[in-house]
């Protein structure tokens, strides 16, 4: 199993300087099994540049499958759809799968509004586009990949983690979950259990967490709720035995040396006797299982 990243930022898009070595694109994670079928996660602004270089291969003859697996539907996770490039090209196959039973269609139908877009609908793409509600239980193959679900708790909303296997080796996806009254989620917890790899959300710092979280509003919005902070994903991969933890889902306010303090404050907290190795999600990066 191959993995890249290709949007590692959570809410928006950042653009400023001192972000760029983690990287400013929202959620998309390209997922290759030994035989090179694709498996694509969340469809955040990363897609595009993902869709950009995978014209080089069949999707760039119209010759290629791909399968999007969507954690949720907010907008920093699917904003990347409608300009994912080898959907435009007429032979090629996008099956994607995700939540929301029968909306899940009307969802990604609606960003190509022509308020909000020139497409005006789905049946502008050229390429066949396939969309499937995830059901309870079920498990998917996808060339050597197996893939199950869970949905997870994120504050007054659900997404859904991903657990994906190749062999004696395995990927736990967990872009956005809340660890609900400070106990760690037993949904989350399952799902990652003994993985090789565990790529969790690391939205708040645990001062933020503490304080109730950060609005994107300021403080007259609403109150934040849901998402995780460095040390809960890090409580979590240790209580299910992970090998490898990649902090994922970056605040867009947060600059590349706090997050690489905040995460050396948690190697620090669990110490070298631990063998749980710490790293961030960044642009650009690849490993293989």
Not at 154 to 168: A, F, K, L
């Amino acid at each position: 199993m191959r993995v890249r990243f290709w949007g590692v930022r959570g809410a928006f898009a950042s653009t400023q300087a001192d972000t760029l070595r983690v990287g400013g694109n929202t959620p998309c994670v390209e997922v290759r099994d030994k035989n090179d079928e694709l498996v694509i996660l969340d469809a955040g602004h990363g897609l595009y540049w993902l869709g950009k270089q995978l014209l080089t291969g069949p999707l760039g003859r119209g010759k290629g499958r791909v399968t999007l697996l969507l954690s949720h539907t907010h907008w920093d996770h699917i904003q990347g759809f409608p300009f994912f490039v080898p959907a435009f090209l007429p032979g090629n196959n996008v099956v994607v799968w995700g939540p929301g039973g029968e909306q899940l269609h009307a969802v990604l139908a609606g960003q190509l509004d022509p308020t909000y877009s020139p497409l005006v609908s789905m049946d502008n793409f050229a390429a066949k586009i396939e969309v499937n509600e995830l059901a309870a239980g079920q498990q998917l193959t996808l060339g050597k990949l197996t893939v199950r679900h869970a949905m997870l708790e994120n504050g007054e909303h659900h997404t859904v983690g991903y657990r994906i296997r190749e062999g004696q080796h395995s990927l736990a996806y967990l872009p956005e979950v809340h660890h609900p009254g400070g106990q760690l989620s037993a949904t989350a917890l399952e799902l990652a259990r003994g993985c090789d790899v565990l790529i969790h959300e690391t939205y708040y710092s645990p001062a933020q967490l503490a304080a109730g979280g950060v609005s994107l509003g300021g403080p007259s919005a609403p109150p934040a709720s849901g998402h995780s902070s460095f040390t809960q994903a890090v409580d979590l991969a240790l209580a299910a035995g992970v090998k490898r933890l990649l902090c994922f889902y970056h605040h867009p306010d947060r600059p590349d040396a706090e997050v690489e303090a905040l995460m050396q404050a948690e190697r620090e907290r669990i110490g070298s006797k631990v063998e749980l190795e710490i790293d961030t999600a960044r642009e650009g990066a690849e490993f293989e299982l």
